[in-house]
Protein backbone atom coordinates (compact mmCIF):
# COMPACT_ATOMS: atom_id res chain seq x y z
CA UNK A 1 0.00 0.00 0.00
CA UNK A 2 1.51 3.41 -1.21
CA UNK A 3 1.76 5.88 2.02
CA UNK A 4 1.00 9.12 1.78
CA UNK A 5 3.89 10.74 0.70
CA UNK A 6 4.24 7.88 -2.41
CA UNK A 7 0.84 9.30 -3.49
CA UNK A 8 1.87 12.75 -3.94
CA UNK A 9 4.88 11.88 -5.39
CA UNK A 10 3.38 9.63 -8.32
CA UNK A 11 0.22 12.57 -8.64
CA UNK A 12 3.01 15.03 -9.06
CA UNK A 13 5.08 13.18 -11.60
CA UNK A 14 2.18 12.15 -13.43
CA UNK A 15 0.34 15.33 -13.95
CA UNK A 16 3.54 17.89 -13.97
CA UNK A 17 4.59 16.33 -16.67
CA UNK A 18 1.55 15.80 -18.90
CA UNK A 19 0.05 19.23 -17.66
CA UNK A 20 3.57 21.19 -18.85
CA UNK A 21 3.28 19.38 -22.21
CA UNK A 22 -0.41 19.94 -23.15
CA UNK A 23 0.11 23.67 -22.22
CA UNK A 24 2.97 24.40 -24.57
CA UNK A 25 0.23 22.42 -27.32
CA UNK A 26 -2.34 24.89 -26.15
CA UNK A 27 0.00 28.01 -26.23
CA UNK A 28 1.52 27.21 -30.03
CA UNK A 29 -1.87 26.05 -31.15
CA UNK A 30 -4.64 28.50 -29.66
CA UNK A 31 -4.65 31.70 -30.81
CA UNK A 32 -4.68 35.19 -28.36
CA UNK A 33 -8.67 36.77 -29.31
CA UNK A 34 -7.69 39.94 -27.71
CA UNK A 35 -6.63 43.24 -29.58
CA UNK A 36 -3.31 43.60 -29.65
CA UNK A 37 -3.60 46.82 -27.46
CA UNK A 38 -4.97 44.91 -24.81
CA UNK A 39 -2.77 42.01 -23.96
CA UNK A 40 -1.81 43.60 -20.72
CA UNK A 41 -1.71 39.77 -18.94
CA UNK A 42 -0.11 36.69 -20.93
CA UNK A 43 -2.65 34.45 -23.05
CA UNK A 44 -0.57 31.75 -21.41
CA UNK A 45 -1.67 32.69 -18.19
CA UNK A 46 -5.47 32.64 -19.61
CA UNK A 47 -4.81 28.80 -20.79
CA UNK A 48 -3.15 27.76 -17.86
CA UNK A 49 -5.76 28.79 -15.51
CA UNK A 50 -8.89 27.35 -17.42
CA UNK A 51 -6.91 24.20 -17.89
CA UNK A 52 -6.22 24.38 -14.13
CA UNK A 53 -9.65 24.53 -13.06
CA UNK A 54 -10.74 21.86 -15.05
CA UNK A 55 -7.70 19.23 -13.57
CA UNK A 56 -8.63 20.78 -10.10
CA UNK A 57 -12.77 20.08 -10.64
CA UNK A 58 -13.38 23.32 -10.13
CA UNK A 59 -17.28 24.16 -10.10
CA UNK A 60 -17.61 27.51 -12.06
CA UNK A 61 -15.24 30.47 -13.35
CA UNK A 62 -15.42 32.06 -9.45
CA UNK A 63 -13.60 28.90 -8.31
CA UNK A 64 -10.80 29.17 -11.02
CA UNK A 65 -10.72 32.73 -10.05
CA UNK A 66 -9.41 32.22 -6.58
CA UNK A 67 -7.46 29.01 -8.33
CA UNK A 68 -5.26 31.63 -9.97
CA UNK A 69 -4.55 33.05 -6.69
CA UNK A 70 -2.04 30.58 -5.83
CA UNK A 71 -0.82 29.34 -9.92
CA UNK A 72 1.98 30.96 -11.55
CA UNK A 73 0.34 33.75 -13.64
CA UNK A 74 2.61 37.00 -15.18
CA UNK A 75 1.84 39.87 -17.50
CA UNK A 76 4.21 40.33 -19.83
CA UNK A 77 7.03 42.00 -18.10
CA UNK A 78 7.13 38.64 -16.67
CA UNK A 79 5.92 40.06 -12.78
CA UNK A 80 3.35 37.82 -10.92
CA UNK A 81 0.05 39.09 -10.69
CA UNK A 82 -2.34 38.61 -7.70
CA UNK A 83 -5.20 36.77 -9.65
CA UNK A 84 -7.52 36.56 -12.95
CA UNK A 85 -10.76 37.56 -12.71
CA UNK A 86 -13.80 35.32 -13.46
CA UNK A 87 -15.19 38.02 -15.19
CA UNK A 88 -11.81 38.43 -17.36
CA UNK A 89 -11.58 34.39 -17.70
CA UNK A 90 -15.12 34.11 -18.72
CA UNK A 91 -14.45 37.12 -21.85
CA UNK A 92 -11.39 35.31 -22.89
CA UNK A 93 -12.90 32.05 -23.11
CA UNK A 94 -15.92 33.12 -25.05
CA UNK A 95 -13.61 34.76 -27.96
CA UNK A 96 -11.34 31.62 -28.58
CA UNK A 97 -12.30 29.72 -31.94
CA UNK A 98 -12.84 26.31 -30.54
CA UNK A 99 -11.65 24.62 -33.60
CA UNK A 100 -8.02 25.58 -31.99
CA UNK A 101 -8.07 22.80 -29.54
CA UNK A 102 -8.27 20.19 -31.83
CA UNK A 103 -4.51 19.62 -32.51
CA UNK A 104 -3.66 20.24 -28.98
CA UNK A 105 -6.23 17.14 -28.12
CA UNK A 106 -4.42 15.02 -31.00
CA UNK A 107 -1.16 15.69 -29.61
CA UNK A 108 -2.37 14.45 -26.26
CA UNK A 109 -3.28 11.42 -27.99
CA UNK A 110 -0.51 10.76 -29.88
CA UNK A 111 1.87 11.37 -26.14
CA UNK A 112 -0.64 8.94 -24.57
CA UNK A 113 -0.21 6.08 -27.25
CA UNK A 114 3.34 6.12 -27.57
CA UNK A 115 3.88 5.88 -23.54
CA UNK A 116 1.46 2.47 -24.26
CA UNK A 117 -1.17 3.96 -22.29
CA UNK A 118 -3.98 3.14 -25.08
CA UNK A 119 -3.26 -0.55 -25.47
CA UNK A 120 -6.38 -2.54 -25.83
CA UNK A 121 -7.26 -4.63 -23.15
CA UNK A 122 -8.65 -7.63 -23.82
CA UNK A 123 -9.18 -7.18 -27.33
CA UNK A 124 -6.85 -7.84 -30.63
CA UNK A 125 -7.11 -4.03 -31.67
CA UNK A 126 -8.69 -0.79 -30.32
CA UNK A 127 -12.25 0.12 -30.52
CA UNK A 128 -13.60 3.55 -30.80
CA UNK A 129 -16.67 4.46 -29.86
CA UNK A 130 -18.71 7.15 -31.42
CA UNK A 131 -21.74 8.71 -29.78
CA UNK A 132 -23.70 12.28 -29.61
CA UNK A 133 -23.37 14.23 -26.29
CA UNK A 134 -25.37 17.68 -25.67
CA UNK A 135 -24.19 20.81 -23.14
CA UNK A 136 -26.15 22.57 -21.52
CA UNK A 137 -28.92 25.57 -22.50
CA UNK A 138 -28.07 28.79 -24.05
CA UNK A 139 -30.22 32.13 -24.48
CA UNK A 140 -27.90 33.19 -28.37
CA UNK A 141 -27.05 30.46 -31.41
CA UNK A 142 -23.16 30.14 -30.51
CA UNK A 143 -22.08 31.85 -33.01
CA UNK A 144 -23.99 29.01 -35.40
CA UNK A 145 -22.96 26.15 -33.49
CA UNK A 146 -26.07 25.73 -31.32
CA UNK A 147 -29.72 24.19 -32.21
CA UNK A 148 -32.96 26.51 -31.86
CA UNK A 149 -35.55 24.64 -29.71
CA UNK A 150 -38.90 25.41 -27.66
CA UNK A 151 -39.81 24.75 -24.50
CA UNK A 152 -43.41 23.63 -23.38
CA UNK A 153 -44.51 27.44 -22.37
CA UNK A 154 -43.36 28.54 -25.98
CA UNK A 155 -39.42 29.97 -24.56
CA UNK A 156 -36.93 29.65 -27.23
CA UNK A 157 -33.48 28.29 -26.21
CA UNK A 158 -30.33 27.13 -27.69
CA UNK A 159 -28.08 23.89 -27.13
CA UNK A 160 -24.84 22.80 -28.50
CA UNK A 161 -24.54 19.03 -29.70
CA UNK A 162 -21.42 17.29 -30.31
CA UNK A 163 -19.98 14.42 -31.96
CA UNK A 164 -17.58 12.65 -29.66
CA UNK A 165 -15.05 9.58 -30.14
CA UNK A 166 -13.96 7.36 -27.11
CA UNK A 167 -11.42 4.69 -27.31
CA UNK A 168 -13.56 2.26 -25.46
CA UNK A 169 -10.92 -0.19 -25.69
CA UNK A 170 -8.55 1.80 -23.48
CA UNK A 171 -8.34 1.03 -19.62
CA UNK A 172 -9.10 5.26 -19.42
CA UNK A 173 -11.16 5.22 -22.06
CA UNK A 174 -10.00 8.56 -23.20
CA UNK A 175 -12.00 11.09 -25.54
CA UNK A 176 -9.89 10.88 -28.84
CA UNK A 177 -11.79 13.69 -30.89
CA UNK A 178 -14.72 15.71 -30.67
CA UNK A 179 -16.59 17.54 -33.47
CA UNK A 180 -19.92 20.46 -33.59
CA UNK A 181 -22.86 19.30 -34.58
CA UNK A 182 -23.92 22.34 -36.22
CA UNK A 183 -27.72 24.11 -36.44
CA UNK A 184 -31.20 21.53 -37.10
CA UNK A 185 -28.25 19.22 -39.13
CA UNK A 186 -27.72 15.31 -37.25
CA UNK A 187 -25.62 12.88 -35.95
CA UNK A 188 -26.08 10.37 -38.54
CA UNK A 189 -25.29 13.58 -40.95
CA UNK A 190 -22.16 14.48 -39.53
CA UNK A 191 -20.78 11.03 -39.04
CA UNK A 192 -18.51 10.66 -42.05
CA UNK A 193 -16.81 13.61 -42.08
CA UNK A 194 -16.27 12.73 -38.61
CA UNK A 195 -15.23 9.18 -39.04
CA UNK A 196 -13.06 10.27 -41.99
CA UNK A 197 -11.20 13.03 -39.68
CA UNK A 198 -10.50 10.46 -37.54
CA UNK A 199 -9.38 7.94 -39.74
CA UNK A 200 -6.86 10.72 -41.31
CA UNK A 201 -5.85 11.37 -37.74
CA UNK A 202 -5.38 8.14 -35.97
CA UNK A 203 -5.73 5.64 -38.86
CA UNK A 204 -1.91 5.31 -39.82
CA UNK A 205 -0.80 4.87 -36.23
CA UNK A 206 -3.26 1.74 -35.86
CA UNK A 207 -4.94 3.32 -33.19
CA UNK A 208 -8.32 1.62 -33.59
CA UNK A 209 -9.54 -0.77 -36.06
CA UNK A 210 -13.37 -1.04 -35.12
CA UNK A 211 -16.17 2.11 -35.22
CA UNK A 212 -18.27 1.20 -32.22
CA UNK A 213 -22.09 2.95 -33.32
CA UNK A 214 -25.25 3.05 -31.72
CA UNK A 215 -28.61 2.20 -33.00
CA UNK A 216 -29.15 6.02 -34.20
CA UNK A 217 -26.10 5.93 -36.64
CA UNK A 218 -27.12 3.05 -38.47
CA UNK A 219 -28.26 2.86 -41.98
CA UNK A 220 -27.31 1.00 -44.82
CA UNK A 221 -25.35 4.00 -46.95
CA UNK A 222 -23.21 4.23 -43.01
CA UNK A 223 -22.41 0.24 -43.13
CA UNK A 224 -21.49 0.46 -46.53
CA UNK A 225 -19.24 3.63 -45.85
CA UNK A 226 -17.27 2.17 -42.70
CA UNK A 227 -16.92 -0.92 -44.34
CA UNK A 228 -16.17 -0.15 -48.15
CA UNK A 229 -14.50 3.56 -48.72
CA UNK A 230 -13.13 3.94 -44.80
CA UNK A 231 -12.38 -0.14 -44.69
CA UNK A 232 -12.83 -0.75 -40.88
CA UNK A 233 -15.18 -2.78 -38.77
CA UNK A 234 -18.27 -1.90 -37.87
CA UNK A 235 -20.45 -2.33 -34.69
CA UNK A 236 -24.12 -1.04 -35.00
CA UNK A 237 -26.68 -1.46 -32.59
CA UNK A 238 -30.11 -2.92 -34.25
CA UNK A 239 -33.46 -1.14 -33.02
CA UNK A 240 -36.94 0.48 -34.53
CA UNK A 241 -34.99 2.54 -36.83
CA UNK A 242 -34.60 -0.54 -38.66
CA UNK A 243 -37.43 -2.21 -38.94
CA UNK A 244 -36.86 -4.59 -41.77
CA UNK A 245 -33.56 -5.83 -40.70
CA UNK A 246 -34.39 -6.19 -36.87
CA UNK A 247 -37.52 -7.93 -37.55
CA UNK A 248 -35.27 -10.90 -40.08
CA UNK A 249 -33.06 -10.59 -37.35
CA UNK A 250 -35.35 -11.61 -34.41
CA UNK A 251 -36.77 -14.30 -36.70
CA UNK A 252 -33.13 -15.60 -36.80
CA UNK A 253 -32.22 -15.33 -33.37
CA UNK A 254 -34.87 -15.70 -31.00
CA UNK A 255 -35.50 -19.78 -31.46
CA UNK A 256 -31.92 -20.02 -30.68
CA UNK A 257 -32.53 -18.53 -27.22
CA UNK A 258 -35.30 -21.30 -26.38
CA UNK A 259 -33.29 -24.20 -27.72
CA UNK A 260 -29.41 -23.49 -27.80
CA UNK A 261 -27.10 -22.82 -25.34
CA UNK A 262 -25.61 -19.42 -25.24
CA UNK A 263 -22.08 -19.14 -27.11
CA UNK A 264 -20.30 -17.29 -23.73
CA UNK A 265 -22.20 -16.33 -20.91
CA UNK A 266 -20.29 -13.83 -18.40
CA UNK A 267 -19.69 -14.37 -14.60
CA UNK A 268 -22.58 -12.84 -12.15
CA UNK A 269 -20.98 -9.35 -11.30
CA UNK A 270 -22.88 -6.81 -8.90
CA UNK A 271 -24.10 -3.57 -10.21
CA UNK A 272 -25.71 -0.94 -8.23
CA UNK A 273 -27.52 -3.84 -5.75
CA UNK A 274 -28.42 -6.59 -8.17
CA UNK A 275 -26.36 -9.29 -9.90
CA UNK A 276 -26.11 -8.85 -13.63
CA UNK A 277 -24.80 -11.43 -16.46
CA UNK A 278 -24.45 -11.20 -20.01
CA UNK A 279 -25.36 -14.21 -22.52
CA UNK A 280 -24.54 -14.29 -26.66
CA UNK A 281 -25.86 -15.96 -29.74
CA UNK A 282 -24.96 -14.90 -33.06
CA UNK A 283 -25.61 -15.67 -37.03
CA UNK A 284 -24.16 -15.48 -40.04
CA UNK A 285 -27.51 -15.60 -42.15
CA UNK A 286 -28.47 -12.38 -42.78
CA UNK A 287 -24.97 -11.60 -45.09
CA UNK A 288 -26.32 -9.73 -48.22
CA UNK A 289 -30.46 -9.38 -47.02
CA UNK A 290 -32.13 -6.85 -48.85
CA UNK A 291 -28.82 -5.61 -49.92
CA UNK A 292 -26.84 -5.40 -46.79
CA UNK A 293 -23.79 -6.60 -48.25
CA UNK A 294 -20.80 -7.86 -45.73
CA UNK A 295 -23.11 -8.11 -42.91
CA UNK A 296 -21.11 -10.78 -41.28
CA UNK A 297 -22.43 -11.36 -38.05
CA UNK A 298 -25.76 -10.55 -36.41
CA UNK A 299 -25.47 -10.26 -32.45
CA UNK A 300 -28.41 -11.00 -29.73
CA UNK A 301 -26.79 -10.31 -26.07
CA UNK A 302 -29.29 -11.22 -23.40
CA UNK A 303 -28.36 -9.14 -20.08
CA UNK A 304 -30.39 -10.88 -17.32
CA UNK A 305 -30.39 -9.08 -13.87
CA UNK A 306 -31.10 -10.58 -10.59
CA UNK A 307 -32.70 -8.40 -7.89
CA UNK A 308 -32.98 -9.47 -4.17
CA UNK A 309 -36.25 -9.87 -2.44
CA UNK A 310 -36.68 -6.93 0.36
CA UNK A 311 -34.12 -7.45 3.05
CA UNK A 312 -35.91 -8.46 6.60
CA UNK A 313 -32.96 -7.29 8.66
CA UNK A 314 -29.86 -5.84 8.38
CA UNK A 315 -27.98 -9.30 8.16
CA UNK A 316 -29.69 -10.66 5.67
CA UNK A 317 -29.08 -6.99 3.49
CA UNK A 318 -25.81 -8.08 3.98
CA UNK A 319 -25.17 -11.80 2.89
CA UNK A 320 -27.26 -10.15 -0.13
CA UNK A 321 -24.52 -8.11 -0.84
CA UNK A 322 -21.82 -11.09 -0.14
CA UNK A 323 -23.29 -13.53 -2.56
CA UNK A 324 -21.59 -14.18 -6.10
CA UNK A 325 -25.12 -15.51 -7.93
CA UNK A 326 -28.40 -14.98 -7.32
CA UNK A 327 -30.73 -17.15 -4.52
CA UNK A 328 -33.81 -19.07 -5.70
CA UNK A 329 -36.15 -16.12 -4.40
CA UNK A 330 -34.35 -13.42 -6.30
CA UNK A 331 -36.06 -11.68 -9.45
CA UNK A 332 -34.49 -12.74 -12.69
CA UNK A 333 -35.44 -10.44 -15.67
CA UNK A 334 -33.52 -10.14 -18.81
CA UNK A 335 -33.45 -7.64 -21.61
CA UNK A 336 -32.04 -8.39 -25.48
CA UNK A 337 -29.74 -6.62 -27.54
CA UNK A 338 -29.32 -6.78 -31.04
CA UNK A 339 -26.01 -5.72 -32.76
CA UNK A 340 -24.73 -5.98 -36.33
CA UNK A 341 -21.12 -5.86 -37.75
CA UNK A 342 -19.01 -6.67 -40.56
CA UNK A 343 -16.33 -8.71 -38.81
CA UNK A 344 -15.10 -12.19 -40.11
CA UNK A 345 -16.81 -14.55 -37.46
CA UNK A 346 -13.21 -15.71 -35.99
CA UNK A 347 -12.01 -12.07 -35.72
CA UNK A 348 -13.37 -11.43 -32.18
CA UNK A 349 -13.92 -14.75 -29.41
CA UNK A 350 -17.57 -14.74 -27.86
CA UNK A 351 -15.90 -13.40 -25.00
CA UNK A 352 -14.51 -10.48 -26.86
CA UNK A 353 -18.00 -9.78 -28.36
CA UNK A 354 -19.36 -9.54 -24.88
CA UNK A 355 -16.07 -7.03 -23.75
CA UNK A 356 -17.02 -5.21 -26.76
CA UNK A 357 -20.42 -4.77 -25.78
CA UNK A 358 -20.02 -4.09 -22.11
CA UNK A 359 -17.19 -1.27 -23.50
CA UNK A 360 -19.74 0.60 -25.30
CA UNK A 361 -22.00 1.30 -22.04
CA UNK A 362 -18.90 2.03 -20.32
CA UNK A 363 -18.51 4.67 -22.51
CA UNK A 364 -21.60 6.43 -20.85
CA UNK A 365 -21.08 5.30 -17.45
CA UNK A 366 -17.38 6.50 -17.43
CA UNK A 367 -16.60 8.70 -19.46
CA UNK A 368 -19.95 11.12 -20.11
CA UNK A 369 -20.72 10.22 -16.42
CA UNK A 370 -17.44 11.59 -15.28
CA UNK A 371 -17.77 14.80 -17.44
CA UNK A 372 -21.66 15.48 -16.37
CA UNK A 373 -21.17 14.30 -12.60
CA UNK A 374 -18.04 15.53 -11.36
CA UNK A 375 -17.54 18.17 -14.12
CA UNK A 376 -20.59 19.50 -14.64
CA UNK A 377 -21.29 19.41 -18.21
CA UNK A 378 -24.84 19.15 -18.09
CA UNK A 379 -25.47 21.76 -15.80
CA UNK A 380 -25.40 25.56 -16.58
CA UNK A 381 -22.25 26.74 -18.31
CA UNK A 382 -19.69 28.61 -16.33
CA UNK A 383 -19.59 31.24 -19.05
CA UNK A 384 -22.40 31.27 -21.37
CA UNK A 385 -21.50 34.28 -23.76
CA UNK A 386 -19.89 33.32 -27.17
CA UNK A 387 -18.37 29.95 -27.78
CA UNK A 388 -17.13 29.69 -24.78
CA UNK A 389 -19.31 26.57 -23.86
CA UNK A 390 -17.63 24.81 -26.39
CA UNK A 391 -13.91 25.91 -25.74
CA UNK A 392 -14.79 24.80 -22.09
CA UNK A 393 -15.90 21.42 -23.51
CA UNK A 394 -12.59 21.29 -25.56
CA UNK A 395 -10.90 21.91 -21.87
CA UNK A 396 -12.69 19.62 -20.00
CA UNK A 397 -12.12 16.58 -22.30
CA UNK A 398 -8.09 17.34 -22.19
CA UNK A 399 -8.25 17.55 -18.34
CA UNK A 400 -10.48 14.27 -18.34
CA UNK A 401 -8.32 12.49 -20.25
CA UNK A 402 -5.37 13.18 -17.77
CA UNK A 403 -7.33 12.47 -14.51
CA UNK A 404 -8.76 9.83 -15.45
CA UNK A 405 -5.67 8.08 -16.64
CA UNK A 406 -4.00 8.61 -13.16
CA UNK A 407 -7.33 7.25 -12.17
CA UNK A 408 -7.47 4.28 -13.82
CA UNK A 409 -4.18 3.18 -14.74
CA UNK A 410 -1.46 5.05 -11.98
CA UNK A 411 -3.08 5.38 -9.24
CA UNK A 412 -5.17 2.57 -8.01
CA UNK A 413 -6.30 1.67 -4.43
CA UNK A 414 -5.45 -2.13 -3.39
CA UNK A 415 -7.88 -3.29 -0.57
CA UNK A 416 -5.57 -6.23 0.72
CA UNK A 417 -8.60 -7.76 3.04
CA UNK A 418 -11.26 -8.02 0.02
CA UNK A 419 -8.18 -8.10 -2.63
CA UNK A 420 -8.48 -6.75 -5.80
CA UNK A 421 -8.15 -2.77 -7.19
CA UNK A 422 -10.41 0.09 -7.12
CA UNK A 423 -9.96 3.67 -8.49
CA UNK A 424 -9.87 6.91 -6.32
CA UNK A 425 -12.98 8.70 -6.30
CA UNK A 426 -13.29 11.47 -8.10
CA UNK A 427 -12.86 14.40 -5.75
CA UNK A 428 -10.45 12.76 -3.31
CA UNK A 429 -8.24 12.64 -6.49
CA UNK A 430 -9.25 16.37 -8.01
CA UNK A 431 -7.67 17.70 -4.42
CA UNK A 432 -4.59 15.93 -4.82
CA UNK A 433 -4.19 16.74 -8.39
CA UNK A 434 -4.77 20.67 -6.91
CA UNK A 435 -1.75 20.53 -5.01
CA UNK A 436 0.36 19.78 -7.67
CA UNK A 437 -0.88 22.80 -9.87
CA UNK A 438 0.50 26.11 -8.18
CA UNK A 439 4.45 23.98 -8.70
CA UNK A 440 3.88 24.16 -12.48
CA UNK A 441 5.45 27.15 -13.48
CA UNK A 442 4.81 28.94 -17.02
CA UNK A 443 7.14 29.15 -20.03
CA UNK A 444 9.26 32.34 -21.02
CA UNK A 445 6.80 34.87 -21.66
CA UNK A 446 7.08 36.74 -25.16
CA UNK A 447 8.00 39.59 -25.80
CA UNK A 448 6.49 43.03 -24.01
CA UNK A 449 3.31 44.36 -25.63
CA UNK A 450 1.71 47.76 -24.94
CA UNK A 451 -0.98 48.85 -22.20
CA UNK A 452 -3.98 47.48 -22.66
CA UNK A 453 -6.82 49.38 -23.78
CA UNK A 454 -9.99 47.18 -22.95
CA UNK A 455 -9.73 46.56 -19.24
CA UNK A 456 -11.67 43.75 -19.01
CA UNK A 457 -10.04 41.91 -21.63
CA UNK A 458 -6.69 42.78 -20.36
CA UNK A 459 -7.36 40.83 -17.24
CA UNK A 460 -5.86 43.59 -14.63
CA UNK A 461 -5.62 41.56 -11.10
CA UNK A 462 -8.56 42.28 -8.58
Known amino acids: MMTVRQRRTRVNKYVSRRAKRLRRALTEHVEDPRSRQGRWLRFDGFLHALLAGMLAGCRGMRDVEELTEELDVRDTDDKPVEKISDTALGEVASRIDPDDFEQPL??????????????????????????????????????????RQTDSTGKEFWYVRLLRAVLSSAAGKPCIGQRTIPGRQGEITNF????????????VGGLFGI??????????????????????????????????????????????????????????ERYRGTLMRRKLYRTAELDGWLGWNNLRQVWLVVQETAEPPKPADDEERRKNRRRTEPGDDWEVADERRLFVCNLPWNYLTADQI??????????ENACFWALDVEWGEDRPAWCARGTAVITLAWLRILAYNIVQGLRKRHLLRHHPRRGGTSPWPWRSLFRLVARVLPGLTLDQPPPARDAPSDPMLAAAPT
Open 211 to 268: FDVDAGFLSRAIFEFVDQQLGYGLIAGLKDNQPDLIAEAQRVLEPMVRTQAPEATTPW
Open 106 to 147: VQQIRDMNRRKELQPAGLPCGVVTVDGKALGKLKHDANGHAL
Open 354 to 363: LLVVRNHWSV
Open 192 to 203: PAFATWLHETYG
